[in-house]
């Protein structure tokens, strides 16, 4: 290794999904059809409304910079937003307009966090977030959760595991990759107890809007001491468009603006013209077919998971995850998912992407492509547990023979 590497390098781990999506590309360039059900992001394209607003942007040539903390009037609109969605008054100069979700967490950390600080979160989670902490020489101390508390920290787990060293708490609601929502009493009692002791709150609202029972509350409603992360890129279809948003507690407004003019100066300004349309009751009715569609979707998937055998405690009830236990087949999710994409081209994420809780035993399907799509996925899958379990019984069967036979 090159000695002029960084050391904080070394403490952050690539995805190894990304090993699977290579292998996947190799496949299909060989003419085998793979379904991708590994991928975090949608299927659908982005809303033609939106993408003209852009287009007429780039056509009038004005793409120079806009203020670092983004157009007024899309600050305006999202403003706006949280007034008509959740009932919430933000001050538009809480808003920042940030590359993602991952350029709105840089900026709150950078903001936020002082070098050997710790923010707890929940194992499993999002692993990005994490890696954002060692890029600030923080530290993460993951705590490991379960469909007891629905995959979230709770306020009784933050009092537990909160040390002189913790700065503040994450919470991805709905969570990547378990698709749970946190409840919102929960969310109160949990902000509650990181304002009580001091800390920083971290909503991470990036899938708000796909929810499929009731809606998920912001952090915003119970406090407005606290940092909401949030995106274009998943409810409004514009991953790649690189547009998300941050909202800081009053006392941040000028340190956050001095970090977003010195690291991005300012967000891109195609995409912000082309999200002021985001929020148009045309483009809002479409998002909405979508995640009508997004919900047909994870009802499919979770009967044909909990039909093959595979143990989901708690229906997700967003985003567009379900994270199965997939130890009735193997007590090795990454080979498994390995020998799923290798023998039936169906591709998935292991657990070990998201942490070290039982991670062996867990598989993130992705329902970000169409029930046709996955209706075979789900035929293949079923094919590859029926090999392999009657491969099991097979060896088990040799072992038995070797065993009561040793020569
Ligand atoms: C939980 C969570 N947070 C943040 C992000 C970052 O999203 P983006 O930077 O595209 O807005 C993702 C992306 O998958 C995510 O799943």
Not at 95 to 114: D, E, H
Request: charged content about 25%; proline content about 4%.
């Amino acid at each position: 290794m090159d000695e002029r590497l960084a050391e904080r390098i070394q403490g952050i781990s690539p995805f190894y999904v990304m090993e699977l999506l290579q292998r996947a590309k190799q496949l299909e360039a060989q003419g085998k059809d793979v379904i991708h059900m590994e991928i975090g992001e949608p299927d659908f394209a982005t809303p033609p409304s939106i993408v003209d607003a852009g287009v007429k942007q780039l056509q009038t040539g004005e793409v120079k910079y806009t203020p670092a903390a983004g157009l007024p009037e899309l600050r305006e609109k999202i403003a706006g937003f949280y007034r008509q969605r959740y009932a919430v008054t933000v001050d538009k100069e809480r808003i920042f307009v940030t590359p993602g979700a991952s350029g709105a967490f840089l900026l709150a950390l950078g903001v936020s966090l002082n070098p050997g600080e710790e923010l707890l979160m929940s194992d499993p989670c999002y692993p990005c977030n994490s890696n954002f902490v060692k890029l600030f020489d923080g530290k993460t101390k993951t705590v490991p959760v379960d469909s007891t508390s629905r995959y979230q920290l709770t306020a009784k787990h933050i009092k537990q595991h909160w040390t002189k060293a913790t700065k503040g708490v994450l919470i991805a609601s709905p969570s990547n990759p378990t698709g749970t929502v946190i409840a919102s009493e929960e969310l109160k009692q949990a902000i509650q107890a990181v304002n009580e002791l001091g800390g920083c709150f971290y909503s991470d609202e990036i899938y708000h809007g796909l929810a499929y029972g009731e809606n998920a509350s912001t952090a915003l409603a119970f406090s407005d001491d606290v940092f909401v992360i949030n995106s274009f890129s998943k409810y409004f279809g514009m991953t790649g468009w690189r547009i998300g948003w941050l909202i800081v507690p009053e006392a941040f407004i000028e340190a956050t603006g001095k970090l977003a003019q010195n690291i991005f100066i300012a967000t891109s300004t195609h995409s912000q013209y082309a999200a002021l349309a985001a929020f148009d009751e045309y483009t809002l009715a479409e998002l909405e077919r979508r995640r009508a569609e997004f919900e047909a979707r994870r009802d499919f998937l979770y009967g044909s998971l909990l039909r093959l055998g595979f143990e989901i405690p708690i229906k997700p009830d967003g985003a567009f995850y379900i994270y199965a236990n997939c130890s009735k087949f193997t007590d090795d999710s990454y080979q498994f998912a390995l020998d799923l994409l290798e023998a039936e081209g169906v591709a998935v994420t292991p657990g070990k992407d998201f942490g070290l809780n039982k991670a062996n035993h867990y598989i993130r399907f992705a329902y970000t492509t169409s029930i046709d799509r996955m209706s075979i996925a789900m035929q293949r899958l079923e094919k590859f547990i029926n090999i392999k379990d009657s491969h099991v019984r097979k060896t088990s069967i040799c072992d038995r023979i070797k065993s009561q036979n040793p020569k």
